[in-house]
Structure formats: structure tokens, C-alpha cells
């Protein structure tokens, strides 16, 4: 099992990017998957989370609005959009999947992980 993560980068405060993760090597279409992120010198926290099969969306507080996390068609992809980034969205990003989630903003409750892609946003 494999999740890959790509689409970080640098961008301007106010900016937008999609960050897409795939995931391998089993179905995760009932698998709930999210997006947790850490910035430097802070733990990981919880970003956003999708359930399987056209389930619940959840975002932290601090993302509300301007993200948005939704599945591709084969349910095996997620997609982070971002807008309206700030600089204290800098962090590297992180995508995991877990089958039987009661909260999908515990960490504990994912047993798949990518490997991070980076976002900084600076002018």
C-alpha cells in the first residue's frame, strides 16, 4: 500500500494550489482519507478529511472556507484545494487513509500515510 502526495509549492499570500495524493496498491473506496499538516516547530494537526464512498467532509477551524478536499471518481484520489493562502499555511503536507474512522481528526485513526509534500507561502 502506497499514498503519494504532490502538488506543494511556493505562493504568494492570497494564492492557490491543489494538492492531489493517490493512493495504491488496495480499493480505498470506503476508506475515509485526509489531510493533516505540520509547520515547523508545531506538531501535526488535522487539515481536512473526506469519509468513503461520497461521505462526510470535515475541516479544522483554521482552513474552513478556504479549503476544500474532495475524492476523484475511482475514490483511490484526493485533491486538497487551497485558496486564499496565508503564511501560516506553510507546512508539509501530509495525506492518510483509514478504514473505520470514528473521528478523522485523530491521527491514531490512520493506518496509511504518504510522505508529505511541502507548502510554503511567502511573498
Known amino acids: 500500500v502506497q499514498l503519494q502526495a504532490c502538488g506543494g509549492g511556493l505562493v504568494q499570500p492570497g494564492g492557490s494550489l491543489r494538492l492531489s495524493c493517490a493512493a495504491s496498491?488496495?480499493?480505498?473506496?470506503?476508506?475515509?482519507m485526509g489531510w493533516f499538516r505540520q509547520s515547523p516547530g508545531k506538531a501535526r494537526e488535522f487539515a481536512a478529511g473526506?469519509?468513503?464512498?461520497?461521505?462526510?467532509?470535515l475541516y479544522a477551524d483554521s482552513v474552513k472556507g478556504r479549503f476544500t478536499i474532495t475524492r476523484g471518481s475511482a475514490e483511490n484520489t484526493v485533491y486538497l484545494q487551497m485558496n486564499s493562502l496565508k503564511p501560516e499555511d506553510t507546512a508539509v503536507y501530509y495525506c492518510?487513509?483509514?478504514?473505520?474512522?470514528?473521528?478523522?481528526?485523530?491521527?491514531?485513526?490512520?493506518?496509511?500515510w504518504g510522505q508529505g509534500t511541502e507548502v510554503t507561502v511567502s511573498s
Open positions: 492518510a487513509a483509514g478504514e473505520s474512522i470514528a473521528n478523522m481528526r485523530q491521527e491514531y485513526e490512520y493506518q496509511y
Open positions: 473526506i469519509r468513503g464512498s461520497g461521505g462526510s467532509r
Open positions: 496498491g488496495r480499493t480505498f473506496g470506503t476508506y475515509a
